[in-house]
């Protein structure tokens, strides 16, 4: 668990600009950014005394929240740490698609984009275009990288709430129409 929330914390320190690093923005590293975090994480790792287990299972952890990375080709020390990653990168996603703004930060992900070197996009509009076809994405890797570990959710919110629903995944398809209705209007 400890692992984990190491992990959780530390997956998005690679946006983080250096004392050093002076222009732009943390934007510029999205392309790296997961690779960045992993590094941040050793040295901090190091400096706090944790062992090399330790930072090997945050780094792989942290890695799969990497959205190009094949999870299935990732050496974890254990089936435990393996789950802990597609527990972490399932929330990654999760956490991201089902905030109530997403699609007002898409907005910013295209300047990010820009910044960063990230091509692909010619404008905001043609963004928000593709992104029907990133929620496809991410329902296959939900499904299959990420071994469907979202089911879950379900039984939390039972448990929390006695709300018989996934709500993250109803604030998920809610939005996807909500964009679709969006991208219809001429």
Known sequence: IT???????????GYIQETDDTSGTGAKHTATHVERSM???????????LDEDSIL?????????????????????NPRIRLLGKLIGTADVLAQ????????????????????????????VDL????????DFIARRLETHLSRVD????SHFIARWEIHENLYQTAIEKQRKYLKHILSIP
């Open 151 to 154: 089911r879950f959710m379900k």
């Open 39 to 49: 590094d941040f994480f050793e040295i901090f790792g190091t400096r706090m005394g």
């Open 128 to 135: 928000l275009r593709k992104t029907i076809g990133f929620y």
């Open 97 to 124: 698609m089902a905030d109530r703004i997403y699609l007002e930060k898409l907005l910013f992900l295209y300047r990010e984009f820009k910044e960063s070197g990230i091509g692909g996009y010619e404008s905001e």
């Open 57 to 77: 299972s945050v780094r792989s952890v942290i890695l799969c929240t990497n959205l190009s990375v094949d999870i299935s080709a990732i050496e974890f020390p």
């Open 3 to 13: 692992l984990g929330l190491m992990a959780a914390l530390f997956h998005d320190a």
